[in-house]
């Protein structure tokens, strides 16, 4: 009889073009099931041949392989076999073929250790691709094996399979229970075939998701990930990366490893994986959140196909962060989840998450139990836009993801990655995740971001895009606007692409937020972005334009629909503005919506849904544009019925902006308008801190006094009432629309507020009574701050910054110092010695807008220019200013009563920025309920500041020995200085006027800053 071969059942398939639109791609037949002849194996001499007739394959017996999904290198031998023989018998031709196929995977199994030196990349990778790759089969195994191990190796495998298939023969005799038993076994091993084959199609699809980015290029269409991604940096959360320990002890030692380092380092998200597999992953608009997502996504789902080598050493390093177990990526776009839940598609609950996932992924044909067998085995659950959901529904997706947490499915081992905007985020926290805020590009990151776009533009033409790279990172290094918008990778990408067209060369950069976006939405609406794409005019642009901004608007209210709509909707929402005959005016909103679909990658068409997929941020400023454009009472009602909803924040700001394009006064008036919002001390907190968000994006000439008078005398009356009538969440936004409109307590250049201390004596340190009260709240005290007994130190009278110096005053010094280019001249010996090594130009985190509000404490300076802060100030105004002494500092923060706190000696958490409540520092005196006894504000909380002392340890022991007024050093020399008052990160341990703690002179951080001391007093 002719021999028939074992046969592959269908061909290799490539990836397809998007999870959507491409999947069906996948669903063919196999070669067999239409009639197409098989592949033949290759011909074995008769010695080779033992294990083909071992088979039976001389008698016409055949056994067909499923196809190979994953190639052994990327499973688990198990897995691989159960892949590889997931059979279909030709009961008619050979009836005992099952017993048979039974003995081909007991060969494969007798080829293990081969298998394991092939996963492991040894010489003997070969006998994997024969025995179990894409293109192998048993015989072809069978002459590899020959090949490689000649006789001994043969005759070792065809004993396994002659025994294997005669014990099988004798117990296929005994009855049928025993076939069953085998049919169940060989469904078992099809079914694992089955999932294995869908994996690979939902994996396959995922990566050609992954792997181009939202954003249109003229000439290239869409970037590509592997093509321009650049690594993104993460600040852990300040309760896990600072920790309070219950000694006391933890965060001096954290000072203490970070003593020498210019800054605290952030971490690669790998790193971050490593210590917390579960993260939040929050940040500005434009940061690349989603983008970092689907790099990780990418990388898990290679890993997943067995592709590991294929990725960057960054990618493997997150691999590693992540565990052995190979994970499968689940990407969960969250406000498509809550719109399938708004339309009783799907239920809100895990059960309900994962019927969503499979109805998404309809087209790939996958098994109804295919997500609920990942996510048994183990996945990585992608978490895109908490902050996309509407607010009303916020809660409750966070509760459904807190329980996927909380109760994963079976033995899941998931790893969760999940992203928002920060202040979304700080509304709705999710229980059992570390929040990581996206740091702001640096430098030299945001330029090697402008060489891989030009790279990308200019592929054939290196050369060109190497000139076209330092033309661009000149212009925006020399460009202070430019330069502070240039820390996100959207705009930096942005920014590219608009520098790239040849009609800019030689043209400036748009120096304002909102004109960005508006020259990015001509250049995708005009350019051709594919080979063949007509350009569009500029007479074309305009009705677009207004059309693109209604349809963002509109899907941008939606509120609990979602911010996208199907065909119909979409006519419904925009045909108004396109004529009164409602038929009309609906065919030429189709007419509309097909000339724009796709056009730049802004309005985009995916499952029969519209929306701004690819660049909500554009949607954002395209619904400003249209807010902009209603007429004065419509807006007003418009804006005072969506105060406290932060969906609405960003296009105020960008609404705010694009009006500043073309007008003076019209912005002018957009502000007055919405500050007079509101009713009760809420709705006008909420009222002028929109209002604030609107002024931080105008250019500072173009705010006009009736603005500034409008905005900044309520914020300060509210800021200043005490007992405070809202929330300090709230309190913070007031408190920076102050800064924004000009807050008249700041007085740069000038004498600063300042505060008397009178002379005398008072308590210093803690003694054993307040070690005790403090130790029964677990907070201990630490040796170097307690005192033997009570210690009475005499202070001479002094005055003290009313306030932390903030980021508008030492803008005064950093102006008046000629950009640090006279800084010199204000610097002690030490500190001359550490700028020469430094070379700074501007303070730590200067660029950085989570830090740089006018009103804000400066942080990111070292003691070396606080002190020469001093200095400068002390020339101009001819005034004896310096740092003040620790002495001085805590009589100023605790009177002469010995209280443990400012405002007494019971915690309140409400009278400072503590805890990491607000995620970073707050406006200087938003805390009237914490003054200290002489009218000091922030004196806990918010910063550390720098003291003129240098670090002693023993200094306590020193002064009960030998009693001196005015105790202090001048704190030169290479020691430590004392740094006081805790910070935004820490708890009530710190936060006391007694704690004390030191760090290097050359740090800085982002709880650090410092406050003035004028001595003797004048006057």
Not at 64 to 72: G, K
Not at 110 to 126: E, N
Not at 158 to 182: D, N, P, Q, R, Y
Not at 474 to 495: C, G, Q, S, W, Y
């Amino acid at each position: 009889m002719t021999t028939q071969p074992f046969s592959e059942t269908v061909t290799d398939i490539g990836p397809p073009g998007s999870l959507y639109n491409q999947a069906t791609m996948y669903n063919r037949r196999s070669p067999r099931a239409t009639g197409a002849a098989p592949k033949k194996g290759p011909r074995l001499p008769p010695a080779r041949g033992l294990l083909q007739r071992a088979l039976g394959a001389d008698r016409g017996c055949s056994c067909h392989w499923s196809p190979p999904i994953v190639r052994v290198r990327s499973m688990f031998v198990s897995a691989a076999v159960g892949e590889r023989l997931a059979m279909e018998t030709e009961r008619a031709r050979c009836r005992p073929s099952v017993s048979r196929c039974f003995a081909a995977m007991a060969a494969s199994v007798a080829l293990f250790p081969t298998v394991v030196l092939a996963r492991t990349g040894g010489p003997t990778s070969t006998i994997a691709d024969a025995c179990f790759g894409k293109d192998g089969d048993v015989p072809t195994c069978a002459q590899v094996v020959w090949a490689l191990g000649g006789w001994p190796l043969l005759v070792l495998v065809g004993v396994v399979v002659l025994a294997l298939w005669l014990w099988l023969s004798a117990v296929t005799s005994i009855g049928g229970s025993v076939k069953e038993a085998f049919r169940s076994g060989t469904a078992w091993l099809v079914q694992r075939g089955e999932i294995a084959r869908a994996r690979r199609r939902y994996l396959d699809a995922a990566l050609a998701e992954y792997a181009e980015l939202g954003f249109r290029v003229q000439g290239i269409g869409r970037l590509k990930l592997g093509r321009t991604y650049v690594s993104l940096r993460l600040a852990p959360g300040s309760e896990q990366a600072r920790p309070d320990a219950a000694d006391g002890s933890a965060e001096s030692e954290g000072m203490r490893e970070r003593a020498g380092r210019a800054e605290p380092a952030p971490v690669s998200l790998a790193e971050a994986v490593g210590d917390c597999s579960r993260l939040a992953i929050v940040g500005a608009a434009g940061s690349s959140k989603s983008t970092l997502l689907r790099w990780a996504g990418f990388a898990v789902a290679q890993n997943r196909l067995g592709r590991r080598r294929r990725l960057s050493d960054e990618q493997r390093e997150f691999l590693d962060a992540l565990g052995r177990r190979r994970l499968t990526p689940v990407l969960v776009p969250l406000k498509e989840f809550n719109r399938s839940v708004k339309d009783g598609a799907a239920a809100l609950s895990p059960d309900g998450l994962l019927a969503f996932l499979q109805e998404r992924a309809k087209l790939l044909d996958l098994p109804a139990t295919f997500f609920r067998e990942e996510f048994r085995q183990g996945c990585l659950l992608l978490l895109d836009g908490l902050d996309e959901v509407d607010l009303s529904d916020r809660h409750l997706v966070r509760e459904i993801i807190e329980e996927l947490i909380r109760r994963p499915f079976e033995n899941g081992g998931h790893r969760c990655l999940l992203t928002s905007r920060i202040d979304p985020y700080l509304r709705t926290e999710v229980s059992g995740l570390r929040a990581c805020t996206v740091e702001p590009l640096t430098p030299a990151q945001r330029n090697v971001l402008i060489a891989n776009v030009y790279a990308a533009i200019h592929e054939s033409q290196p050369e060109e895009a190497s000139r076209r790279t330092d033309d661009l990172q000149k212009e925006i290094d020399h460009n202070d606007p430019v330069r502070a918008l240039a820390i996100t990778p959207l705009m930096v990408t942005i920014f590219t692409a608009l520098h790239a067209r040849p009609a800019r060369e030689g043209r400036g950069l748009p120096r304002q937020r909102s004109e960005v976006y508006e020259e990015a939405v001509t250049y995708l609406l005009t350019a051709k972005h594919t080979p063949g794409e007509p350009s569009l005019s500029r007479d074309e642009i305009e009705p677009r334009h207004r059309g693109l901004a209604l349809a963002a608007f509109e899907l941008h209210q939606r509120g609990d629909r979602g911010d996208t709509a199907r065909r119909d909707d979409m006519v419904e929402l925009i045909h108004p503005l396109f004529g009164a005959a409602p038929e009309a005016a609906r065919k030429a909103a189709v007419v509309f919506l097909e000339a724009v679909t796709d056009r730049g990658g802004l309005l985009e068409e995916r499952d029969g849904w519209y929306g701004f997929y690819s660049h909500p941020t554009f949607r954002e400023f395209l619904a400003g544009c249209h807010l902009a454009a209603l007429p004065p009472e419509t807006q007003r009602s418009f804006l005072a019925a969506r105060l406290g909803d932060d969906r609405w924040v960003e296009p105020v700001r960008l609404a705010a902006g694009y009006l500043a394009i073309t007008s003076a006064e019209r912005p002018n008036e957009f502000v007055q308008r919405l500050a007079a919002l509101g009713e009760g001390a809420e709705q006008r907190a909420h009222a002028l801190a929109l209002a604030g968000v609107a002024l931080s994006d105008l250019p500072r000439e173009v705010v006009n006094a009736e603005t500034t008078k409008a905005v900044a005398g309520p914020a300060r009356d509210l800021l200043e009432t005490n007992p405070p009538p809202v929330a300090p969440q709230l309190r913070r936004g007031v408190g920076l629309a102050l800064g924004w409109a000009g807050d008249a307590r700041l007085k740069p250049g000038a004498i600063p507020e300042l505060v008397r201390v009178s002379e005398g004596r008072f308590r210093m340190g803690s003694n054993a009574k307040d070690a005790e009260f403090l130790a029964a709240q677990d907070f201990p005290v630490r040796d170097y701050e307690r005192t033997a007994g009570d210690l009475l130190i005499f202070v001479s009278e002094f005055e003290i910054g009313r306030y932390p110096v903030t980021n508008a005053e030492f803008r005064a010094f950093w102006q008046g110092t000629r950009r640090y280019q006279d800084l010199g001249i204000y610097l002690s010996p030490e500190g001359r010695q550490w700028l020469a090594g430094d070379g700074r130009r501007e303070p730590g985190l200067w660029d950085d807008p989570r830090w740089n509000a006018p009103n804000l404490p400066v942080v990111g300076v070292t003691w070396h220019e606080a002190d020469a802060y001093c200095r400068w100030l002390g020339t101009v105004t001819g005034q004896p200013f310096r740092l003040p002494t620790e002495a001085e500092w805590e009589k100023a923060a605790r009177g002469e009563d010995g209280r443990l706190w400012p405002w007494g000696n019971e915690w309140h958490a409400a009278k400072c920025n503590s805890d990491g409540s607000l995620h970073g520092t707050s406006p200087v005196g938003m805390y009237p309920d914490g003054v200290s006894p002489y009218g000091a504000l922030d004196m806990v909380g918010n910063v550390f500041e720098w003291c003129q002392d240098g670090w002693d340890e023993k200094a306590y022991e020193k002064l009960v020995s030998r009693p001196i007024p005015d105790p202090g050093s001048s704190g030169f020399g290479a020691g430590s200085r004392v740094v006081r008052g805790g910070a935004w990160l820490n708890s009530r341990g710190f936060c006391r006027v007694a704690s004390r703690d030191w760090d290097v002179p050359s740090n800085f951080h982002d709880y650090l800053g410092f406050r003035v001391v004028r001595a003797p007093v004048r006057g």
